[in-house]
Protein backbone atom coordinates (compact mmCIF):
# COMPACT_ATOMS: atom_id res chain seq x y z
CA UNK A 1 0.00 0.00 0.00
CA UNK A 2 1.50 3.37 -1.43
CA UNK A 3 1.42 5.85 1.93
CA UNK A 4 1.69 9.08 0.26
CA UNK A 5 0.45 9.28 -3.42
CA UNK A 6 -0.06 11.88 -5.82
CA UNK A 7 -1.71 12.25 -9.08
CA UNK A 8 -0.78 12.68 -11.93
CA UNK A 9 3.16 11.56 -12.13
CA UNK A 10 4.23 13.53 -15.02
CA UNK A 11 1.73 16.81 -16.15
CA UNK A 12 2.82 18.84 -19.26
CA UNK A 13 0.81 21.73 -19.90
CA UNK A 14 0.94 25.38 -21.82
CA UNK A 15 1.84 28.74 -20.03
CA UNK A 16 -1.27 30.20 -18.81
CA UNK A 17 -2.73 26.77 -18.22
CA UNK A 18 -4.51 25.98 -14.36
CA UNK A 19 -4.01 22.79 -13.32
CA UNK A 20 -4.35 20.86 -10.12
CA UNK A 21 -2.21 18.20 -8.24
CA UNK A 22 -3.85 15.96 -5.92
CA UNK A 23 -2.51 13.89 -2.94
CA UNK A 24 -3.60 11.36 -0.26
CA UNK A 25 -2.05 10.20 2.42
CA UNK A 26 -3.02 6.32 4.67
CA UNK A 27 -0.79 7.00 7.29
CA UNK A 28 -3.24 8.69 9.34
CA UNK A 29 -1.32 11.42 9.99
CA UNK A 30 -2.14 15.38 10.76
CA UNK A 31 -0.09 17.64 8.98
CA UNK A 32 0.86 17.23 5.53
CA UNK A 33 2.80 19.86 3.46
CA UNK A 34 3.90 20.79 -0.33
CA UNK A 35 7.60 20.84 -1.53
CA UNK A 36 9.23 21.89 -4.33
CA UNK A 37 12.34 20.33 -6.19
CA UNK A 38 13.83 22.87 -8.79
CA UNK A 39 16.20 21.51 -11.72
CA UNK A 40 18.90 22.35 -9.35
CA UNK A 41 17.57 19.69 -6.98
CA UNK A 42 17.08 22.02 -4.29
CA UNK A 43 13.78 21.16 -2.30
CA UNK A 44 12.15 23.53 -0.74
CA UNK A 45 9.14 23.87 1.62
CA UNK A 46 6.08 25.55 -0.29
CA UNK A 47 2.71 24.72 2.16
CA UNK A 48 1.95 23.02 5.81
CA UNK A 49 -1.49 22.36 6.47
CA UNK A 50 -2.36 20.85 10.21
CA UNK A 51 -5.63 19.00 10.38
CA UNK A 52 -6.90 20.83 7.26
CA UNK A 53 -5.47 23.98 8.55
CA UNK A 54 -2.64 26.19 6.85
CA UNK A 55 -0.13 26.71 9.01
CA UNK A 56 3.13 27.43 7.16
CA UNK A 57 2.96 29.60 3.91
CA UNK A 58 6.38 30.54 2.17
CA UNK A 59 6.05 33.31 0.20
CA UNK A 60 4.53 31.38 -2.40
CA UNK A 61 2.68 32.92 -5.22
CA UNK A 62 -0.84 33.30 -4.99
CA UNK A 63 -1.43 31.54 -7.63
CA UNK A 64 -0.68 28.41 -6.10
CA UNK A 65 -3.89 27.71 -4.07
CA UNK A 66 -3.33 24.67 -1.80
CA UNK A 67 -6.94 23.17 -0.36
CA UNK A 68 -7.40 20.50 2.30
CA UNK A 69 -10.48 18.95 2.27
CA UNK A 70 -9.83 16.22 4.98
CA UNK A 71 -6.41 15.52 6.87
CA UNK A 72 -5.86 12.90 4.47
CA UNK A 73 -5.76 15.16 1.19
CA UNK A 74 -4.09 17.71 0.41
CA UNK A 75 -3.96 19.18 -3.49
CA UNK A 76 -2.57 21.91 -5.18
CA UNK A 77 -4.18 24.15 -7.43
CA UNK A 78 -2.31 26.16 -9.65
CA UNK A 79 -3.05 29.37 -11.85
CA UNK A 80 -1.96 30.69 -14.80
CA UNK A 81 1.01 28.60 -15.23
CA UNK A 82 4.46 29.81 -16.09
CA UNK A 83 8.04 28.94 -17.11
CA UNK A 84 9.12 28.99 -14.28
CA UNK A 85 6.92 26.69 -12.45
CA UNK A 86 8.56 23.96 -14.04
CA UNK A 87 9.64 21.67 -11.59
CA UNK A 88 8.52 18.61 -9.18
CA UNK A 89 6.54 18.97 -6.48
CA UNK A 90 6.51 16.29 -3.74
CA UNK A 91 3.54 15.66 -1.12
CA UNK A 92 4.62 14.63 2.60
CA UNK A 93 3.19 14.02 6.01
CA UNK A 94 4.18 13.28 9.35
CA UNK A 95 2.73 12.18 12.47
CA UNK A 96 3.03 15.09 14.64
CA UNK A 97 4.49 18.60 14.84
CA UNK A 98 8.47 18.85 14.50
CA UNK A 99 10.96 16.03 15.45
CA UNK A 100 9.21 13.09 13.42
CA UNK A 101 10.25 12.14 9.62
CA UNK A 102 8.40 13.03 6.56
CA UNK A 103 6.86 10.76 4.44
CA UNK A 104 7.42 11.63 0.92
CA UNK A 105 5.34 11.06 -2.29
CA UNK A 106 6.63 10.11 -5.80
CA UNK A 107 6.68 13.70 -6.98
CA UNK A 108 4.70 15.23 -9.57
CA UNK A 109 7.10 16.13 -12.57
CA UNK A 110 5.32 19.34 -14.14
CA UNK A 111 6.46 20.83 -17.11
CA UNK A 112 5.01 24.22 -18.28
CA UNK A 113 5.61 24.68 -22.64
CA UNK B 1 22.49 34.87 5.36
CA UNK B 2 21.44 31.19 5.86
CA UNK B 3 23.06 28.58 4.43
CA UNK B 4 22.79 24.25 4.27
CA UNK B 5 26.10 22.98 2.46
CA UNK B 6 26.11 19.62 0.97
CA UNK B 7 29.23 19.08 -0.99
CA UNK B 8 27.74 19.79 -4.24
CA UNK B 9 30.04 17.36 -6.25
CA UNK B 10 29.53 13.40 -6.47
CA UNK B 11 31.33 11.49 -4.01
CA UNK B 12 33.04 7.93 -5.68
CA UNK B 13 33.97 5.49 -3.07
CA UNK B 14 34.56 1.23 -3.71
CA UNK B 15 32.27 -0.74 -2.72
CA UNK B 16 33.48 -1.59 1.12
CA UNK B 17 34.67 1.41 1.71
CA UNK B 18 33.49 3.63 4.24
CA UNK B 19 31.15 7.03 2.75
CA UNK B 20 31.50 10.45 4.83
CA UNK B 21 29.13 12.54 3.70
CA UNK B 22 29.03 16.45 4.79
CA UNK B 23 26.50 18.95 6.01
CA UNK B 24 27.66 22.37 7.00
CA UNK B 25 24.84 25.06 7.99
CA UNK B 26 25.45 29.08 8.41
CA UNK B 27 22.96 31.08 10.74
CA UNK B 28 20.65 28.54 11.52
CA UNK B 29 19.73 26.94 15.09
CA UNK B 30 18.53 23.60 14.31
CA UNK B 31 16.73 21.25 17.03
CA UNK B 32 16.65 17.97 14.59
CA UNK B 33 18.79 17.38 11.84
CA UNK B 34 17.79 14.57 9.81
CA UNK B 35 18.85 12.77 6.90
CA UNK B 36 17.27 11.41 3.61
CA UNK B 37 18.01 9.21 1.04
CA UNK B 38 16.66 10.27 -2.74
CA UNK B 39 16.36 7.69 -5.91
CA UNK B 40 16.16 9.22 -9.33
CA UNK B 41 12.27 10.04 -10.10
CA UNK B 42 11.16 9.12 -6.55
CA UNK B 43 10.41 11.16 -3.23
CA UNK B 44 13.17 11.27 -0.35
CA UNK B 45 12.98 8.52 1.96
CA UNK B 46 13.97 9.58 5.61
CA UNK B 47 17.01 7.59 7.11
CA UNK B 48 18.11 8.90 10.47
CA UNK B 49 16.85 11.88 12.81
CA UNK B 50 19.17 13.20 15.78
CA UNK B 51 18.19 15.81 18.26
CA UNK B 52 20.61 18.69 19.29
CA UNK B 53 21.69 17.10 22.47
CA UNK B 54 22.63 13.81 20.92
CA UNK B 55 26.57 13.46 19.79
CA UNK B 56 25.65 10.25 17.97
CA UNK B 57 23.16 7.89 16.16
CA UNK B 58 23.05 4.95 14.36
CA UNK B 59 21.19 2.32 12.38
CA UNK B 60 22.50 -0.78 10.88
CA UNK B 61 25.44 0.48 8.58
CA UNK B 62 24.91 4.35 9.18
CA UNK B 63 26.02 6.22 11.35
CA UNK B 64 25.04 10.63 11.91
CA UNK B 65 27.26 12.92 14.28
CA UNK B 66 25.49 16.13 14.99
CA UNK B 67 28.54 18.80 16.54
CA UNK B 68 25.97 22.35 17.15
CA UNK B 69 29.76 24.01 18.00
CA UNK B 70 30.78 23.67 14.41
CA UNK B 71 27.73 23.88 13.00
CA UNK B 72 28.00 20.15 11.32
CA UNK B 73 26.53 17.20 10.59
CA UNK B 74 28.54 13.75 9.05
CA UNK B 75 26.96 11.04 7.75
CA UNK B 76 28.32 7.70 7.58
CA UNK B 77 27.84 4.57 5.36
CA UNK B 78 29.69 1.84 6.46
CA UNK B 79 30.91 -1.44 4.51
CA UNK B 80 29.63 0.10 1.47
CA UNK B 81 27.16 -1.19 -1.57
CA UNK B 82 26.58 -0.97 -5.11
CA UNK B 83 22.73 -0.26 -3.94
CA UNK B 84 23.53 2.60 -1.76
CA UNK B 85 24.15 4.78 -4.91
CA UNK B 86 21.45 7.84 -4.61
CA UNK B 87 21.66 11.44 -3.06
CA UNK B 88 21.26 12.12 0.73
CA UNK B 89 20.06 15.07 1.78
CA UNK B 90 20.59 16.58 5.32
CA UNK B 91 17.50 18.61 6.19
CA UNK B 92 17.43 21.12 10.01
CA UNK B 93 13.97 21.33 11.68
CA UNK B 94 14.19 24.66 14.01
CA UNK B 95 11.26 23.46 16.00
CA UNK B 96 9.35 26.68 15.88
CA UNK B 97 6.19 24.53 17.29
CA UNK B 98 5.37 22.84 13.71
CA UNK B 99 7.98 20.81 11.82
CA UNK B 100 9.47 23.29 8.63
CA UNK B 101 12.62 20.96 7.11
CA UNK B 102 15.53 23.11 5.32
CA UNK B 103 17.09 21.31 3.13
CA UNK B 104 20.66 21.15 1.98
CA UNK B 105 21.08 20.71 -1.79
CA UNK B 106 22.32 16.65 -1.68
CA UNK B 107 25.32 14.83 -2.23
CA UNK B 108 25.27 12.37 -4.65
CA UNK B 109 27.36 9.13 -3.43
CA UNK B 110 28.45 6.55 -6.49
CA UNK B 111 29.76 3.09 -5.19
CA UNK B 112 31.28 1.40 -7.92
CA UNK B 113 31.67 -2.56 -7.31
Known amino acids: DTAVSQTPKYLVTQMGNDKSIKCEQN?????MYWYKQDSKKFLKIMFS???????INETVPNRFSPKSPDKAHLNLHINSLELGDSAVYFC????????????FGQGTRLTVV | SQKIEQNSEALNIQEGKTATLTCNYT??????LQWYRQDPGRGPVFLLL?????KEKRKERLKVTFDTTLKQSLFHITASQPADSATYLC????????????FGTGTRLLVSP
Open chain 1, 92 to 103: ASSQAQGNTEAF
Open chain 1, 27 to 31: LGHDT
Open chain 1, 49 to 55: YNNKELI
Open chain 2, 27 to 32: NYSPAY
Open chain 2, 50 to 54: IRENE
Open chain 2, 91 to 102: ALDMNTGFQKLV
